[in-house]
């Protein structure tokens, strides 16, 4: 009887690794992403809303760094990518996806599972068939630049039609040239005109890493020219609210600067004058509500 149990419970164990290795059930990512307060896609990611994105992409950096450190997020974003629009921002929802150095037996047996359920062989393109509209990959490559490319002007020519944003590719691509003609924004460690090798294919929608970030599927994915941050989506209503109260601040400090009444210490970072700072507080309720 013991031992009865004690299979059953090693089968359960590595029904659950193996579920954890390669892609979240529903429960495990609803479970890992709990504070998400928005709907879900099918398999359980977040669906932060198409209207909340578009408000996204007129925020900063320094926005959303206003926010995430206070709350404890210290490592939400990371620099020194190669861009390929630089002045172009990318922002979308996170379908996110881990890259390991090849060893056989295990890239055997992920290569016969995929097989076995009808999905192509060839990594790059299993991914880019999941992706939905207003998607951004995010690939973890561990950095690998020759011989670590996650497609080339082809395959990034399917992405931009589905997803109509772009990609993070803690890698290569390949076919630079092509790729910058499609319309896609991109962030990526180098180009190479080497495809992939030695490398396997380990998880899709799970927790991965990309450089000194954790990223989750359904992340919000904010790069500008600084780089990229991955917000968690129950984040995106406090920092949109914080930014907003910034630009009204900003809109009526300068207003008052513009009538040459005042000395820059007066009213900045913040009214000085008891009967000013009731002005501008009133004047941002007033704006809040005209939001």
């Given at each position: 009887?013991?031992?009865?149990?004690?299979?059953?419970?090693?089968?359960?164990?590595?029904?659950?690794?193996?579920?954890?290795?390669?892609?979240?059930?529903r429960g495990?990512?609803?479970?890992?992403t709990a504070?998400?307060?928005?709907?879900?896609?099918?398999?359980?990611?977040?669906?932060?809303?198409?209207?909340?994105?578009?408000?996204?992409?007129?925020?900063?950096?320094?926005?959303?760094?206003?926010?995430?450190?206070?709350?404890?997020?210290?490592?939400?974003?990371?620099?020194?990518?190669?861009?390929?629009?630089?002045?172009?921002?990318?922002?979308?929802?996170?379908?996110?996806?881990?890259?390991?150095?090849?060893?056989?037996?295990?890239?055997?047996?992920?290569?016969?599972?995929?097989?076995?359920?009808?999905?192509?062989?060839?990594?790059?393109?299993?991914?880019?068939?999941?992706?939905?509209?207003?998607?951004?990959?995010?690939?973890?490559?561990?950095?690998?630049?020759?011989?670590?490319?996650?497609?080339?002007?082809?395959?990034?020519?399917?992405?931009?039609?589905?997803?109509?944003?772009?990609?993070?590719?803690?890698g290569a691509?390949?076919?630079?040239?092509?790729?910058?003609?499609?319309?896609?924004?991109?962030?990526?460690?180098?180009?190479?005109?080497?495809?992939?090798?030695?490398?396997?294919?380990?998880?899709?929608?799970?927790?991965?890493?990309?450089?000194?970030?954790?990223?989750?599927?359904?992340?919000?994915?904010?790069?500008?020219?600084?780089?990229?941050?991955?917000?968690?989506?129950?984040?995106?209503?406090?920092?949109?609210?914080?930014?907003?109260?910034?630009?009204?601040?900003?809109?009526?400090?300068?207003?008052?600067?513009?009538?040459?009444?005042?000395?820059?210490?007066?009213?900045?970072?913040?009214?000085?004058?008891?009967?000013?700072?009731?002005?501008?507080?009133?004047?941002?309720?007033?704006?809040?509500?005209?939001?």
């Open positions: 009887m013991r031992t009865i149990c004690f299979i059953v419970a090693v089968l359960a164990l590595s029904a659950n690794a193996s579920a954890q290795v390669f892609s979240f059930t495990e990512m609803i479970h890992y504070k998400n307060p928005f709907d879900r896609f099918a398999d359980g990611r977040p669906k932060v809303p198409d209207s909340l994105l578009e408000k996204v992409k007129r925020l900063s950096s320094e926005e959303i760094w206003g926010v995430l450190p206070g709350a404890g997020y210290n490592n939400q974003f990371e620099g020194g990518w190669q861009i390929l629009h630089p002045g172009r921002k990318l922002v979308g929802r996170a379908v996110t996806v881990q890259y390991m150095p090849l060893r056989p037996d295990v890239g055997d047996v992920a290569d016969a599972n995929a097989t076995s359920k009808g999905q192509v062989k060839a990594p790059p393109q299993r991914v880019i068939d999941m992706l939905q509209p207003g998607d951004v990959v995010v690939v973890d490559l561990f950095g690998k630049i020759t011989y670590g490319t996650f497609g080339g002007d082809n395959l990034h020519t399917v992405l931009y039609a589905v997803t109509k944003t772009g990609f993070v590719i803690d691509i390949r076919d630079l040239d092509g790729v910058m003609e499609i319309g896609s924004q991109g962030y990526f460690r180098g180009a190479t005109p080497t495809t992939y090798r030695d490398v396997m294919l380990t998880g899709i929608n799970i927790p991965i890493r990309v450089g000194n970030t954790t990223v989750m599927p359904g992340d919000v994915v904010f790069g500008d020219s600084e780089g990229v941050y991955f917000i968690p989506p129950e984040f995106v209503g406090p920092i949109l609210k914080q930014a907003e109260i910034i630009h009204i601040h900003d809109e009526w400090t300068k207003a008052k600067f513009r009538t040459g009444k005042y000395k820059a210490s007066d009213l900045y970072p913040s009214p000085k004058d008891p009967a000013l700072q009731k002005e501008f507080d009133e004047y941002l309720k007033k704006r809040l509500g005209q939001q």
